[in-house]
């Protein structure tokens, strides 16, 4: 009997199931059921289910209590293999894939939905995505061909299947919400920003801001209005191009302190103030939209609600249920790490299987003791800094760690001539527009343990401004790429781990995640992160000594960790 079916809701409120065989066509017949989640339920030796979109099926799965193992997300995977093939952009739709494979016309996708607020996942999806199951089984079965011919056809599989496990990990954490305390949320909101005034204007300490702006400027400004600060500060004799704190910090002006004050707070009102509170916190929960790989790169975004961006002063609203904790976990310095294992610098690989701080022991062996160096060398090399003091500091890199720098080096070159660039896993960031036929090229792995003939100490010179952008981009890429990468694999580990815990996956961040549990798992659920982190570092680099360590934290508040 086959641990792999696949399902396709049907037009009636049924669902369409069928037993896969080995080259993704139907084993057996495919049965109509009434249930959807009856249909899973009833099916518990099945391990992975093929679907079109995790988020048509699983959310309404998820509402009557049945969680699946693993998936296989058709059009998730679709995005991934178009990216491969250099057609980054194409429709993604399994209509989409289904035309290309019969020579028919192409669909557009259609529109992304926008979130509601305080709502769930949607129990449906736009009129005319859903097909047939035998037609799905035929895009998936040309999917399970076209991975065959990838670069990396086994890394390929691993980073589909990745993806697939990220999605499931998205719809589970938009189904739990982040606990959250709406209570501390207003005392918070009423200490910084005084009382809200009736009809919906500034809260009092806003207006009392705005008033000592304009007392600074001897007329009425409207401190919220980029412009009429501008102007105010040309009329005071004092040019400036912007508003940003970075630059107002520097003018000698009483108007300054009250400004910065106030923008500092009209950002907390706007993006999470009380209305905010209203529409995205219910039953002691904030329930942003989660959607995984929603960049090139791989990292994750929310649809609604700015999870990603909660501030530091909000989060002291983010608290755990009564005789529960939240463990909160940040990777220590991951991209360089990541870095360090996909280069195969042997230097760079043995300072990041050290215990204790990454930056440090670069500093030690690059840089005479000298931390911020180190770090502002690192960080130059995986961001693009290559003037000024970025250059030297490159170069101090380069003697030491010749494979890591020359990695980098060559995904920036790579990118500035147009070819594609591929993380470890081969997620791969689109070509410039206009590339050549070159354009189907891979980059970002060394050709060898040779030397690079010169190519280390490539200057972008020469490179024409979109060019020297897009090269710093992909130099970023394939590492903050791959760290996304090995980020899914932590989380599919990491799930895996609590399946049979009360503990659930709440929070997810780049390289932060969050896990609300009782107390008494905490230390389970920490151990659990740290074994997790390991096993994600041996499957998507394989054998290295490479070392991903977190900082970890049980709290009852969110703001305690820091």
């Known amino acids: 009997m086959t641990d792999r079916w696949a399902l396709a ?23 109509r059921e009434s249930d959807l989640a009856e249909a899973v339920r009833s099916r518990p030796e099945v391990t992975r289910w093929v679907w079109r979109s995790t988020p048509e099926v699983y959310p309404r799965l998820l509402a009557t209590g049945v969680r699946v193992e693993r998936c296989y997300d058709i059009e998730d995977a679709e995005t991934l293999l178009l990216g491969h093939e250099g057609r980054y952009g194409e429709p993604r739709s399994a209509a989409a894939a289904l035309a290309r494979l019969r020579g028919g016309p192409v669909p557009p996708d259609p529109p992304q939905r926008a979130a509601e607020p305080g709502a769930q996942s949607p129990l449906f999806e736009p009129a005319g995505t859903r097909l047939p199951l035998p037609d799905l089984l035929a895009v998936y079965a040309e999917q399970l061909r076209r991975h065959e011919k990838t670069a990396h056809p086994d890394r390929m599989r691993l980073l589909t299947a990745a993806e697939s496990a990220g999605m499931l990990v998205a719809a589970e954490m938009n189904h739990a919400g982040l606990p959250w305390s709406a209570e501390v949320h207003r005392e918070l909101l009423h200490g910084l920003l005084g009382e809200r005034y009736a009809g919906g ?11 000592q702006v304009s007392a600074a400027f001897g007329r009425r400004v409207r401190p919220d209005l980029p412009a009429d600060v501008i102007k105010a500060f040309a009329q005071a004799g004092i040019k400036v191009k912007s508003t940003r704190r970075w630059e107002i910090r520097s003018v000698d002006h009483p108007a300054v302190e009250p400004l910065l004050e106030y923008k500092k707070l009209y950002r907390i009102w706007v993006a999470h103030g009380w209305s905010w509170l209203q529409d995205w916190v219910r039953d002691g929960r904030f329930r942003p939209e989660f959607l995984a790989g929603g960049t090139v790169s791989g990292r994750w975004v929310t649809n609604g609600g700015g999870a990603l961006q909660i501030p530091k002063v909000i989060r002291r609203a983010v608290v755990a249920d009564p005789g529960w904790r939240l463990v909160v976990a940040d990777a220590d310095q991951l991209e360089p790490r990541v870095l360090a294992a996909i280069s195969r610098d042997p230097g760079l690989m043995e300072v990041a299987g050290r215990d204790g701080d990454l930056y440090q022991s670069v500093s030690d062996r690059a840089f005479a003791g000298d931390r911020n160096q180190a770090k502002l060398a690192v960080l130059g090399a995986v961001y693009g800094q290559t003037s000024g003091d970025g250059l030297k500091n490159l170069a101090a890199l380069r003697r030491r760690f010749p494979k890591a720098v020359a990695y980098v080096d060559e995904a920036a070159r790579a990118g500035e001539e147009g070819r594609l660039v591929r993380t470890w896993l081969g997620r791969t960031c689109p070509p410039a527009a206009g590339a050549g036929e070159d354009a189907s090229e891979e980059a970002g792995i060394p050709a060898g343990d040779e030397e690079q003939d010169g190519r280390s100490g490539w200057s972008p010179g020469h490179a024409s401004a979109d060019s020297r952008a897009r090269g710093r981009f992909t130099r970023n890429f394939v590492v903050q790429g791959s ?13 895996r781990t609590l ?41 998507t680099f394989g054998d290295t000594p490479v070392r991903f360590p977190f900082t970890t934290a049980v709290v009852e508040c969110y703001a305690d960790a820091k």
């Open 201 to 211: 204007g500034e809260p009092r300490r806003l207006a009392e801001l705005a008033d």
């Open 499 to 539: 399946r049979d815990m009360a503990a659930e996956l709440v929070f997810f961040q780049h390289d932060e995640v969050i896990v609300h549990c009782p107390a008494e798992e905490a230390e389970d659920v920490v151990r659990a992160i740290r074994e997790s982190a390991a096993l994600a570092g041996r499957l």
């Open 483 to 495: 760290a996304a990468d090995w980020a899914l694999l932590l989380l599919a580990a990491l799930r």
């Open 9 to 31: 809701p049907a037009e009636d409120s049924g669902v369409d199931v069928a037993p896969l065989g080995p080259d993704g066509l139907p084993a057996g017949p495919v049965r």
